[in-house]
């Protein structure tokens, strides 16, 4: 689970987003792919990597303002 960005020449950057090793989006800003890697997320109730679950957990509720009532231990 990964966006991969690229920028080239003049261009803005483009990013695509890849689940399980296949490329599910391509050619999205970057803010639009975190978006929709979140929503992704939800609508293939996958789980939060171990290494990124807390970073994950603070885009859910800081950005999205998903679940932001309901505290995390850490």
């Known amino acids: 689970m990964k966006i991969v960005t690229t920028r080239g020449g003049s261009d803005p950057a483009c990013a695509k987003i890849v689940l399980e090793g296949t490329e599910v989006l391509t050619d999205v800003d970057i803010p639009r792919a975190c978006a929709l890697l979140m929503g992704l997320i939800y609508a293939l109730n996958l789980?939060?990597?171990?290494?990124?679950?807390?970073?994950?957990?603070?885009?859910q509720k800081i950005f999205l303002e998903l679940d932001d009532l309901k505290g995390s231990p850490k």
């Open 47 to 59: 789980s939060y990597p171990k290494q990124l679950k807390n970073t994950f957990e603070v885009f």
